[in-house]
């Protein structure tokens, strides 16, 4: 039976996507993607077009860098405070749930001094801040831009005229942006990029060795990364490789403006079921619904033993919330079918029907 994955992460990809890369595991040249070295050329050319396909993807600038790193974005949060640490050691953070707490945490951590503007922390992060005024006294700003365990997304990015940095994990690629609004972009592949193991880093050169961290490891510098041509040491082959698969297909079909209108049918048709069907309610503020992370609970938890039974029999997997939050979250990331979530719906549908 076909399987829905409406999981958070790591995700679903296209299923072309799968079978390209399991055919690289056997024969990459010759050799098993697995077994090549990284210095090799024909993986040099991997990474060259995995950088090129996302500066085409989203129309990066040419005064940027495109670097896969490892350690996830939990890693960037620190890669991230300490590049853009300044003379002031003061950033500005919002902090709109679990993801964008972990970031502020690790900047101090790594010595910046955190002003948190804005919060959604009153209302277990259920919406996203707007009455805030950014600080200027700061090195920076950060935010982030879907909050994938509560399922709320900004619709406008903060504007300021300071440096702004972004982790957009669980967004990137699902729509358009102006990267040239963004100083430092970082987003771990496992949500709409590709398999866990990379990471990725859109950062403006100008950004790079500017750093007043007295504490600065190579590896966590983007400037070595960015003069080794993302090489400096090795990098995660695979997760790297399958990225580069995933872009060629992206922009294969039509790239992130398709994938937009894409995300956005299937969030109607998911929220507008939430919103007729009288046995379930959304959880977040309605102007700020994440398209990629959909958030829902039962109004009676009485039905809750023959919802389960009944998604779990059509096929879907992953629809549980997050442990910290409970509930239901459909995760509908680029590479999630408009079809399986017309299977949730109609799960949903037929609970409503035999219930009324
Ligand atoms: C998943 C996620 C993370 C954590 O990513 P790792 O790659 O596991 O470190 C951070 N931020 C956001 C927004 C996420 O969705």
Not at 320 to 332: Q, T
């Amino acid at each position: 039976m076909k399987k829905h994955n409406f999981g958070a992460g790591p995700c679903i990809l296209p299923q072309e996507v799968f079978k390209q890369a399991a055919d690289a595991v056997i024969d990459f040249n010759g050799l098993s993607i697995l077994e090549v070295s990284h210095r090799h050329k024909d993986y040099e050319a991997v990474m060259d077009e995995a950088r090129n396909l996302v500066k085409q993807a989203l129309n990066v600038p040419d005064d940027y860098e495109v670097l896969y790193l490892q350690g996830g974005a939990t890693l960037g949060f620190t890669i991230a405070a300490l590049n853009m640490m300044r003379d002031t050691k003061r950033a500005g953070y919002m902090n709109t749930g679990t993801w964008a707490s972990g970031a502020i945490k690790e900047a101090k951590k790594a010595g910046i001094d955190v002003n948190v503007f804005a919060s959604s922390e009153d209302k277990n992060f259920n919406y996203i801040p707007k009455d805030y005024t950014i600080p200027t006294d700061v090195d920076y700003i950060h935010f982030t831009s879907n909050n994938t365990i509560f399922g709320t997304q900004f619709k406008e990015f903060p504007k300021t005229d300071l440096p702004l940095v972004c982790d957009m994990s669980s967004d990137i690629f699902s729509q358009e942006i102006n990267v040239a609004d963004f100083d430092l972009i970082y987003a771990g592949a496992q949500k709409n990029l590709g398999p866990a193991g990379a990471t990725l880093y859109i950062v403006k050169k100008s950004v790079l060795g500017k750093s007043t961290s007295t504490f600065m490891p190579s590896y966590m510098d983007l400037k070595i990364h960015a003069e080794k041509d993302s090489m400096f040491n090795t990098p995660p082959v695979f997760s790297v490789y399958v990225a580069m698969l995933n872009l060629r297909h992206l922009l294969a079909n039509g790239g992130v403006k398709a994938m937009a209108a894409r995300n956005k049918a299937k969030g109607d048709l998911l929220y507008n079921e939430i919103d007729s069907n009288p046995l379930f309610v959304g959880t977040t503020a309605v102007e700020d619904r994440s398209l990629m992370n959909v958030n829902f609970v039962l109004k009676d938890e009485a039905h809750k033993e023959a919802f389960d039974a009944a998604w779990k029999a059509a096929g879907i997997v992953g629809l549980n919330g997050h442990r910290s939050v409970g509930g239901y979250r459909a995760s509908m990331y680029n590479a999630l079918e408009l079809e399986s979530v017309q299977v949730l719906v109609d799960v949903m549908r037929d609970l409503a029907n035999k219930h009324a």
